[in-house]
């Protein structure tokens, strides 16, 4: 099986149908996006040689060569590697590094940081503009068939943020990506022809899984001209299109819900907003529903069973009549069908409805494991069962929620952020003896970072230093939004620092 044969298939079904829109603008209809799809996987496989399963890695804005990549890609039988945009040249050199990528398609304002990472990649051969003549030489190429690929072909290879100073890369097949892709309509949304939705969270992550539904059942893509988030822009954007779905993270939503209460935007042609990625307070989701009426759906997964662990559909955020129903928007839904969660203890035993322990997951949603990383993959997969790090209960209704995050994880505005990375940046300065790296609350993005740091005995540093390390290590998301110089780190007995305690003296 193939991805690519969803594309052929609403092709066939509906090829006048629009399929892309920049902005306002339709692009292309299903029948030109198959053309230009299987012209661009000739030029992927003839045109630069790339042989079916090598890597093609994507550090692109949003826009609708993206989409038209991913089908290529996967037309050609190449697996894509969606990078986060905001990510730092060495950062980006280590994900070319480890999956060999081939290929790097651009936007021009990324074109630097790519190029400067490409120096630290023999393999990676081109690093290609998608707005220049090069790129428009490969979508006039032979048009190929879509390639013999098997199910657990991986399609696309998603990088974790470095847990361990390094990311993860999640090897996801065709099959996973099938997997969820059926899910959506079983458990999230329904979606017709002619539907839309618009892509304004990134597609490197969470928003480009959803083309596959939409793509799936005809619906339009729709990349905003900004290639991002603009509350202003999306409610124009609206306007113009009809039936849209919107994947945000819970601060996009608080966003939109503010916005949408000054100005009183028409909203009549949003359909569904699919919200994820980080924790979404009961008093936010409440008025969000109060201004766009029962247009939420929630969704709980995480990389490595992408966007597919359990769901909260628009009725069950409808049932305001239930007795447990503000219990019920704390939580993160019920499994999607098909998919077995378990709430375990430390030698990964079910515990009973109530009791807090790990959350574990196990389906065809489930990736293969971790890219070069086999020690990784057997931790994360132990007795067949994904683990996710993830820690809360399950109520007897089946209902899943979430407690505490291990390791630490920082969500700030959607991004995962791991506080080891950062820590590893700020030791490497010469003045700090220890660095502890916590997250704070914080009304709009969820947390932000906050970097704890005592100084070496008789040496000074400053915030502006760390800083200035930071940005030249790490992406400028990651970065600490604030620094706090203590004389000593709150430890236990066994001088494991207490992050606890540092979130409490903050």
Same mark, same amino acid.
Request: glycine share 8%.
């Given at each position: 099986?193939?991805?690519?044969?969803?594309?052929?298939?609403?092709?066939?079904?509906?090829?006048?149908?629009?399929?892309?829109?920049?902005?306002?603008?339709?692009?292309?209809?299903?029948?030109?996006?198959?053309?230009?799809?299987?012209?661009?996987?000739?030029?992927?496989?003839?045109?630069?040689?790339?042989?079916?399963?090598?890597?093609?890695?994507?550090?692109?804005?949003?826009?609708?060569?993206?989409?038209?990549?991913?089908?290529?890609?996967?037309?050609?039988?190449?697996?894509?590697?969606?990078?986060?945009?905001?990510?730092?040249?060495?950062?980006?050199?280590?994900?070319?590094?480890?999956?060999?990528?081939?290929?790097?398609?651009?936007?021009?304002?990324?074109?630097?940081?790519?190029?400067?990472?490409?120096?630290?990649?023999?393999?990676?051969?081109?690093?290609?503009?998608? &707005?220049? /003549? *090069?790129?428009? %030489? $490969?979508? !006039? #190429?032979?048009?190929? +068939?879509?390639?013999?690929?098997? @199910?657990?072909?991986?399609?696309?290879?998603?990088?974790?943020?470095?847990?361990?100073?390094?990311?993860?890369?999640?090897?996801?097949?065709?099959?996973?990506?099938?997997?969820?892709?059926?899910?959506?309509?079983?458990?999230?949304?329904?979606?017709?022809?002619?539907?839309?939705?618009?892509?304004?969270?990134?597609?490197?992550?969470?928003?480009?899984?959803?083309?596959?539904?939409?793509?799936?059942?005809?619906?339009?893509?729709?990349?905003?001209?900004?290639?991002?988030? &603009?509350? /202003? *822009?999306?409610? %124009? $954007?609206? !306007? #113009?299109?009809?039936? +849209?779905?919107?994947?945000?993270? @819970?601060?996009?939503?608080?966003?939109?819900?503010?916005?949408?209460?000054?100005?009183?935007?028409?909203?009549?042609?949003?359909?569904?907003?699919?919200?994820?990625?980080?924790?979404?307070?009961?008093?936010?989701c409440k008025a969000a529903l109060r201004v766009f009426g029962c247009k939420l759906a929630q969704i709980y997964g995480q990389g490595e069973s992408p966007m597919t662990i359990s769901a909260m559909d628009k009725t069950l955020h409808a049932d305001t009549a239930h007795h447990r129903y503000?219990?019920?928007?704390?939580?993160?839904?019920?499994?999607?069908?098909?998919?077995?969660v378990r709430v375990a203890d430390a030698d990964d035993n079910p515990l009973p409805s109530g009791e807090v322990g790990e959350v574990l997951v196990r389906g065809p949603t489930v990736m293969a494991g971790y890219l070069n990383n086999p020690k990784a993959s057997e931790q994360a997969l132990?007795?067949?069962?994904?683990?996710?790090?993830?820690?809360?209960?399950?109520?007897?209704?089946?209902?899943?929620?979430?407690?505490?995050?291990?390791?630490?994880?920082?969500?700030?505005?959607?991004?995962?952020?791991?506080?080891?990375?950062?820590?590893?940046?700020?030791?490497?300065?010469?003045?700090?003896?220890?660095?502890?790296?916590?997250?704070?609350?914080?009304?709009?993005?969820?947390?932000?970072?906050?970097?704890?740091?005592?100084?070496?005995?008789?040496?000074?540093?400053?915030?502006?230093?760390?800083?200035?390390?930071?940005?030249?290590?790490?992406?400028?998301?990651?970065?600490?939004?604030?620094?706090?110089?203590?004389?000593?780190?709150?430890?236990?007995?066994?001088?494991?620092?207490?992050?606890?305690?540092?979130?409490?003296?903050?």
């Open positions: 099986m193939n991805l690519a044969l969803l594309l052929q298939r609403s092709a066939q079904a509906f090829p006048h149908q629009p399929a892309v829109a920049l902005g306002e603008r339709i692009v292309r209809d299903y029948a030109g996006l198959a053309e230009r799809v299987a012209r661009l996987a000739g030029g992927l496989r003839h045109g630069l040689g790339l042989l079916p399963g090598q890597r093609v890695a994507l550090v692109m804005k949003n826009c609708p060569q993206y989409l038209e990549l991913f089908f290529a890609c996967w037309q050609a039988g190449l697996a894509v590697v969606p990078i986060n945009a905001k990510l730092h040249p060495r950062e980006l050199a280590f994900i070319f590094l480890d999956t060999a990528a081939g290929a790097c398609f651009v936007t021009a304002e990324l074109a630097g940081g790519a190029a400067a990472a490409q120096a630290e990649a023999p393999a990676l051969s081109r690093v290609i503009d998608v &707005d220049g /003549a *090069e790129y428009a %030489a $490969l979508a !006039r #190429a032979e048009p190929i +068939a879509p390639a013999e690929t098997g @199910p657990l072909d991986i399609a696309w290879l998603f990088y974790t943020s470095g847990t361990t100073g390094q990311p993860k890369g999640v090897m996801i097949s065709h099959a996973n990506l099938l997997a969820a892709t059926l899910a959506y309509f079983v458990d999230v949304d329904a979606i017709a022809p002619g539907d839309s939705i618009l892509h304004a969270a990134p597609m490197s992550h969470g928003s480009g899984l959803y083309i596959l539904p939409h793509v799936a059942k005809a619906a339009c893509n729709v990349a905003p001209e900004s290639g991002g988030f &603009d509350e /202003a *822009e999306i409610f %124009a $954007l609206l !306007r #113009a299109h009809r039936g +849209a779905t919107l994947f945000a993270a @819970p601060t996009m939503v608080k966003r939109l819900t503010a916005h949408a209460e000054q100005t009183q935007p028409d909203s009549a042609n949003l359909k569904t907003i699919v919200y994820g990625g980080g924790p979404m307070y009961v008093e936010d503000e219990q019920r928007l704390a939580s993160v839904g019920r499994p999607f069908t098909g998919i077995e132990r007795n067949g069962w994904l683990h996710t790090g993830d820690v809360g209960f399950l109520n007897e209704e089946g209902f899943l929620t979430l407690r505490d995050r291990s390791k630490d994880l920082i969500i700030s505005g959607g991004s995962n952020i791991y506080p080891r990375e950062v820590e590893e940046v700020l030791a490497r300065h010469p003045a700090v003896a220890e660095a502890a790296v916590v997250g704070a609350p914080d009304a709009e993005w969820g947390e932000t970072v906050v970097a704890c740091v005592v100084a070496r005995p008789g040496m000074q540093v400053s915030a502006g230093e760390l800083d200035s390390l930071c940005l030249d290590h790490i992406a400028r998301f990651k970065r600490p939004k604030r620094y706090v110089f203590l004389e000593a780190l709150p430890k236990n007995a066994t001088g494991k620092i207490l992050k606890t305690e540092l979130r409490r003296l903050l």
